[in-house]
């Protein structure tokens, strides 16, 4: 039976009385419970051995008894092999380990008190009975071929409208074109129902998935410690990264703390990370916050890896690198390797089908939530259920960053299914909650694929915030490291509810999203980890530094305090600092289903930070006071006026059709000139063109003097085209125009009313300027100070005895 075509079928089998529920361990042992089946007479250790009554799931799940609190873990083993079926080892004794068994099959389940004064936990095992739905890897019937092409996308309203088609559109693209993957014949329809564009990238992905996992079973093989920081050869598995955290943390208490994020998931699992800090316990120490995270995206393996090969570069740093050791003494780093723990969990142990079908979990996008799904698809556990990895909200569509807009999913079933409402999740609750009450200065969120460093805003027409050049220029040298591409990211397509669109806009730390090589969503370990972070080949970082040296970048400037705002005064020891700010943000006009609109969402958020005075002068690294959302907007006030309108005379006769351009060159060629300063000053010139039928097919395309095409507009089914370009240097240019296809060849509807339209740069917009709120309370937590803190970046305020002399001296800073 093939475990990822399985559907639960609702029969739920206890597997044990209430007497044998209860597991002891008289001592804590710290081990990893995963690693082997121990003997009955190992200390810290309790098994049961269990015999599965289905074909189906077993649960595996600790609680704590009594109340008593501690970190206990939970493995489950095939008797007869020793082989490890699932496991758990979170932080706490909250854990489920869940995979696929069949029935009359012997299994051992141990327990593991890993840490803490709990000496007894409650173990609950459920056997859960599922029917085959979909199509079984192990039955010989053959799958669907999925594959990978490219849709040429060369405008906005292209790329929007192929975000409405339902498809699984990856985040490889550029201002042309963006890879989508086709699982099957029904989505290769859609597509050419649609009228796009597209060419073959990999004609059976399907076949690549095989090839990569049996490419990483051969490295894993021959190589025992790979370059990365922990030497890991292979990708690792949720109770692997639970593990090695806590680990890290034990053996390097004073430098590294483990800790539950506020919100367990859909399905109940912990979502941890690490705080990295000298005095790590100190979180109200004033340092600025470096915030790196992986996999919103189940799928994404290479996400987690990178964020956790990050927690061990700079632990191992610290030790033998005194560059490192010194940024890590300035700053302070917070690691979630997974952020979509569900999602993870599933999708790294499903069985290998790789025919990106609705029941191919490998290949699930989303986390769990499934009360959003129609009524006859939320039955099932997230592992095995009647809508397949469909079901679920897409967390990096959730945020309310502009949430409801362009670029995310409307429907249930949606790849970028933006949920019910903004936040309406826990896995976008949990970086919510740390991103609004610690100072978070810089972020970085991990995804896969592109080779792209992100950057906001997620949509053009919000235009770029006013200090555009600042955050370009940090995007810009991260990508020198890891060779991507550095772009806004709507460069690659509208997206809304996204991670940094609501951090950074939010609360002015600095936000990218990483889009990690070229090659899929997890493949090969070898390049996808280890030659993208070490910067070697393939990776597009080789010799530069790869994804290790924009970590280390971006650490350097967390570290800098022209990059953030600083509070400095003084305080006696053991009073409390507290900034505070709340504001409303209204989100996009939602749009609906029927493509119509809602008025916005106001979204309150409230940031609440603390600085504990450790007596005497202090300096407290802070973002800048007025959000970026309210600052104001980048432009250029214009030096001159626009240039005017010219137009473009169409040649005598209509070329041959060309489906192949620019390989094929036949076209018509029109010139023209752009000036510039100081007759001109262009912010943008559009050309356009215009033909009777929609049925017939012009392409327009622009290139410089040099012959470079610097844009184009290739759309199907419209009777128009327009291209634009931003900032357009003065010099030669011309338009070429393709007939890529004629209704009637015999009497060909020739293009016309050709343009070139010149506009003025758009000026800055600058709004208010925001306060926060700075309070002071004693050691027994009465208010003894107050006042108004407008903080610019890269400013220092000095705010003086706060704590004692907050009036007078707030009073003195208006005058």
């Not at 564009?197 to 690549?208: G, K, W």
């Not at 929609?694 to 622009?702: E, R, S």
């Amino acid at each position: 039976m093939g475990a990822a075509g399985l559907a639960i079928f609702g029969i739920t089998v206890p597997s044990a009385t209430a007497a044998d529920n209860v597991l002891r361990a008289d001592q804590a042992v710290a081990r990893a419970c995963h690693a082997s089946v121990l003997s009955r007479r190992a200390s810290g250790a309790d098994q049961r051995e269990l015999t599965s009554t289905v074909d189906g799931l077993i649960q595996a799940r600790l609680a704590p008894r009594d109340g008593a609190e501690g970190d206990w873990d939970v493995a489950v083993f095939d008797k007869a092999t020793g082989k490890i079926v699932a496991a758990s080892s979170a932080l706490r004794s909250r854990e489920l380990a869940e995979s696929f068994v069949k029935k009359g099959q012997q299994l051992v389940v141990q327990a593991c008190r890993y840490a803490g004064p709990a000496r007894t936990v409650t173990l609950g095992v459920d056997f859960l009975a599922l029917t085959p739905q979909g199509t079984p890897t192990t039955t010989g019937t053959p799958v669907q071929r999925a594959e990978v092409v490219r849709v040429q996308t060369p405008e906005r309203k292209d790329k929007n409208r192929l975000l409405g088609l339902g498809l699984d559109v990856t985040e490889k693209g550029d201002a042309t074109g963006v890879e989508v993957v086709l699982a099957d014949d029904a989505d290769r329809k859609t597509l050419r129902d649609s009228g796009f564009q597209f060419s073959t990238v990999n004609p059976d992905l399907s076949r690549t998935a095989r090839e990569d996992a049996a490419k990483d079973r051969v490295y894993a093989a021959k190589v025992q410690a790979s370059a990365l920081p922990s030497g890991r050869t292979s990708y690792r598995h949720l109770y692997e990264y639970e593990y090695e955290l806590k680990e890290l943390a034990r053996r390097n208490s004073k430098l590294v703390k483990a800790f539950t994020l506020s919100n367990p998931t859909v399905e109940g699992r912990d979502v941890v990370g690490v705080e990295i800090a000298t005095d790590v316990d100190n979180i109200a120490d004033g340092k600025p916050v470096n915030v790196t995270m992986g996999v919103h995206h189940a799928r994404e393996w290479p996400a987690s890896e990178h964020a956790i090969e990050w927690a061990y570069e700079l632990v191992n740093g610290y030790q033998k690198d005194p560059a490192i050791k010194s940024l890590v003494g300035r700053t302070r780093n917070i690691v979630v390797p997974i952020v979509n723990a569900d999602g993870f969990s599933i999708s790294r142990e499903a069985e290998p089908k790789g025919d990106f079908s609705r029941f191919d979990y490998e290949m699930k996008r989303k986390n769990c939530r499934a009360d959003d799904s129609p009524p006859n698809l939320r039955s099932g556990v997230c592992k095995a259920n009647p809508g397949g990895r469909d079901r679920g909200t897409d967390p990096n569509r959730n945020y309310a960053g502009f949430w409801g807009g362009a670029g995310a999913g409307v429907t249930w079933s949606s790849e970028t299914f933006r949920g019910s409402a903004p936040f309406s999740e826990p896995e976008t609750r949990n970086i919510r909650e740390i991103v609004s009450k610690r100072q978070v200065t810089n972020l970085i969120t991990l995804h896969t694929y592109g080779n792209l460093v992100l950057r906001p805003p997620g949509v053009a027409d919000v235009r770029a915030p006013l200090e555009e050049p600042v955050v370009k220029a940090l995007g810009d040298k991260m990508a020198s490291r890891n060779g991507y591409d550095s772009i806004p990211s709507w460069g690659l397509y509208d997206t809304t509810g996204t991670t940094e669109d609501w951090s950074y806009w939010a609360t002015g730390g600095f936000g990218f999203t990483f889009e990690i090589n070229t090659a899929g969503f997890h493949p090969a370990y070898e390049n996808a980890v280890v030659a993208e972070y070490t910067g070697v080949a393939p990776a597009a970082g080789a010799g530069k530094g790869g994804n290790r040296a924009a970590f280390l970048d971006m650490l350097s400037n967390a570290a800098d305090p022209a990059a953030h705002s600083t509070l400095i005064g003084s305080a006696p020891r053991g009073y409390q600092l507290k900034l505070h700010k709340t504001f409303q943000t209204p989100t996009s006009p939602v749009v609906q289903p029927d493509g119509t609109t809602k008025p916005p969402i106001y979204v309150t958020d409230k940031l609440d930070s603390t600085y504990s005075s450790t007596g005497g002068r202090f300096a407290w690294s802070i973002n800048p006071s007025t959000r970026p959302y309210v600052a104001g907007r980048y432009g250029r006030e214009p030096q001159g006026p626009p240039q005017a309108t010219q137009t473009l005379a169409n040649p005598p006769g209509v070329p041959a059709e060309n489906t192949n351009f620019p390989g094929n060159p036949v076209s018509e060629r029109i010139p023209f000139t752009v000036k510039g300063l100081p007759e001109v000053d262009n912010g943008r010139f559009d050309v356009s063109v215009q033909w009777t039928s929609p049925n017939t097919d012009w392409d327009l395309y622009i290139v410089n003097s040099a012959g470079e095409v610097v844009t184009q507009s290739a759309s199907g089914g419209t009777n128009s085209e327009r291209a634009t370009l931003l900032d357009p240097p003065a010099g030669e240019y011309a338009a070429i125009m393709v007939n890529y296809d004629q209704v009637d060849p015999a009497n060909p509807d020739d293009w016309a009313n050709g343009k070139v339209e010149f506009s003025s740069p758009i000026p800055p917009t600058y709004g208010p300027k925001e306060a926060y709120t700075l309070t002071c309370t004693d050691r027994i937590g009465r208010l003894v100070g107050i006042a108004d803190v407008y903080a610019d970046r890269g400013q220092t305020v000095d705010v003086g005895e706060v704590c004692t002399n907050s009036a007078r001296a707030n009073k003195q800073r208006r005058r």
